[in-house]
């Protein structure tokens, strides 16, 4: 009989292994190579070529390498520290800016089952809201750090868009947790395998079309891209928020911009496409367990796609339109939409 | 007289900027798949690889010219450099062994970060002997001091020159040729 001490190690190995196999292989994995699938992206649909250039000898593979020679150069980079009274702060910064977005991939169920996830937990949601808002303090700290006008002008943007986008997203996110009862993300993936009207599946964009638009905007202004980019807004602020980081720090707040991006994916494909969930098929047998995987990353890049074609179309809004968009139009909207949610569902259960 | 603009007066679907989004999303997506899959409007030069062709009149980095003997053109006469604007050539003139020939330049130093590129000598030149036809134009380097072109390097891309030489005017070798042109002699 295993010991408790045992049991506690064995908990934890076997967490740090999924949380290794999902987070930093999956999640960082797709974060990497979107590094270079988006400015390749940008390139060929603004009728260029893009990165190409990086090769082993003569294989270049499409420029591929880009996304190792990348991480590469940062990483010999001189890292910059200015004239700040905080160095210490802006050192934390990117990896404020970092961790909360590795670390709320653990309770997305990347597949049916307890296995499928880091943690399972009932919190689920909430445990996302708590956890990805932090993010703001590491991008505030490092605006606020690095001692320079634009930077704290990036800064006061952040916490200002953040902020507001947060109240919309949080009510947006509301009418999921009505329709299905539930803050467990795996509890709402299985209820979403349910058909309506014996024919269409109960996903999240079906009981719920209105808040996934709402969904959409909210998560891409508060992931601080493009047509959202006012924190950064390089023709006003030079580079906003991270305009004295170089090297790494540099790095690691960049690569938590894509890393959200993929959690973006990630979240919009469990409350609204139905997470693992394929249409009429049910069953736990290995193959299929591997197709629904399967199903739950097709559907995580399909919204990285649309992610990432949304931020090379729109141009960026102004500052006072971003916050009036916010509070006067996504915001009531979010209200209206939970207020609607609730009538048709007493309704429903008047029935 | 008032100035006329045509401004689209947006409804409200066009206010709500959702269409609008996804049609520009739509956009994008076709000419992603166009230039992935079909015609390739895709404008891109490869630079190092591709280059695109310079006009004839294009006024790049300098060369000297030589005679029909491998022996360079100029005579040291320092009419390029008194009409150079920028000050950046420097000749050293020695007596030449020939005798029909006065002067040729130990020298000949152009210094490329101060030259700006207007013609001038090729204009003042006598004798042909200084040409900025070359194509190239000038690259980076490391140092200032690499970017002084000395006359070993302007010979480097040296063409061979059949002009008239010395200056006199000829008119009937010069008939119906224009500047900058080699004549046959």
């Known amino acids: 009989m295993p010991t408790t001490g045992n049991l506690i190690l064995d908990t934890v190995l076997y967490t740090l292994v999924k949380f290794a196999g999902f987070v930093l292989v999956f999640a960082m994995g797709v974060a990497t190579v979107l590094t270079w699938l988006e400015r390749k992206y940008s390139a060929v649909l603004q009728n260029r070529i893009g990165p190409n250039r990086a090769n082993f000898g003569k294989f270049r593979l499409g420029g591929l390498l880009h996304m190792i020679a990348d991480p590469i150069k940062m990483l010999f980079k001189e890292d910059f520290t200015p004239d700040t009274p905080n160095p210490w702060m802006f050192r934390l910064a990117p990896f404020v800016a970092f961790v909360p977005a590795l670390v709320v991939f653990s309770v997305i169920p990347f597949g049916p089952g307890e296995k499928m996830m880091v943690a399972n937990t009932e919190l689920g949601i909430l445990f996302i809201f708590a956890i990805a808002s932090l993010n703001v303090y590491g991008a505030v700290m490092g605006a606020w750090a690095s001692n320079n006008k634009w930077s704290l002008m990036g800064g006061l943007r952040i916490s200002a868009q953040m902020i507001s986008y947060e109240v919309a997203i949080g009510l947006t996110l509301c009418g999921i947790f009505m329709i299905y009862g539930s803050t467990d993300l795996q509890d709402i993936v299985v209820q979403q395998g349910q058909l309506l009207w014996g024919m269409v599946p109960a996903w999240g964009i079906v009981t719920q079309p209105v808040a996934f638009v709402l969904y959409l905007a909210c998560a891409i202004a508060e992931n601080k891209r493009a047509p959202f980019d006012v924190a950064e807004a390089e023709a006003e602020l030079t580079a906003g928020y991270w305009t004295e980081y170089s090297a790494m720090g540099f790095g690691l707040l960049a690569i938590s911009e894509f890393v959200e991006v993929v959690l973006i994916g990630c979240l919009g494909a469990t409350l609204f496409l139905g997470g693992w969930q394929i249409p009429g098929v049910h069953g736990d047998s290995v193959p299929l367990v591997a197709l629904q995987i399967g199903a739950f990353l097709f559907k995580a890049l399909f919204l990285i796609w649309l992610q990432m074609t949304i931020r090379w179309t729109l141009p960026r809004f102004r500052y006072d339109q971003v916050m009036r968009l916010g509070w006067r139009i996504l915001l009531p909207l979010a209200l209206v939409n939970l207020v609607g949610t609730g009538i048709v569902l007493t309704l429903i259960d008047r029935k | ?185």
């Open chain 2, 1 to 185: 007289m008032a100035k006329l603009t045509n401004r689209i007066q947006p409804d409200m679907i066009m206010q709500s900027y959702l269409v609008e989004a996804f049609k520009g999303v739509a956009l994008v997506t076709r000419q992603f798949a166009r230039n992935l899959f079909g015609r390739k409007d895709i404008v891109t030069v490869q630079y190092p690889e591709d280059r695109r062709p310079y006009t004839p009149r294009f006024r790049g980095k300098h060369l000297l010219t030589k005679r029909a003997d491998d022996q360079v053109r100029c005579v040291a006469c320092m009419l390029c450099s008194t009409a150079c604007p920028a000050n950046c050539i420097t000749i050293v003139a020695a007596e030449h062994q020939d005798k029909d020939i006065e002067k040729y330049p130990t020298t000949f130093e152009i210094d490329l970060l101060k030259c700006i590129y207007c013609g001038f000598c090729e204009e003042a030149c006598p004798c042909d002997a200084i040409r900025m036809d070359s194509g190239v134009h000038t690259l980076p380097t490391l140092t200032r001091r690499d970017q002084k072109s000395g006359k070993i390097d302007l010979l480097g891309l040296a063409k061979l020159s059949t002009s008239a030489q010395g200056g006199e005017f000829r008119a009937h070798d010069h008939a119906g040729t224009q500047h900058g042109q080699s004549t046959p002699h």
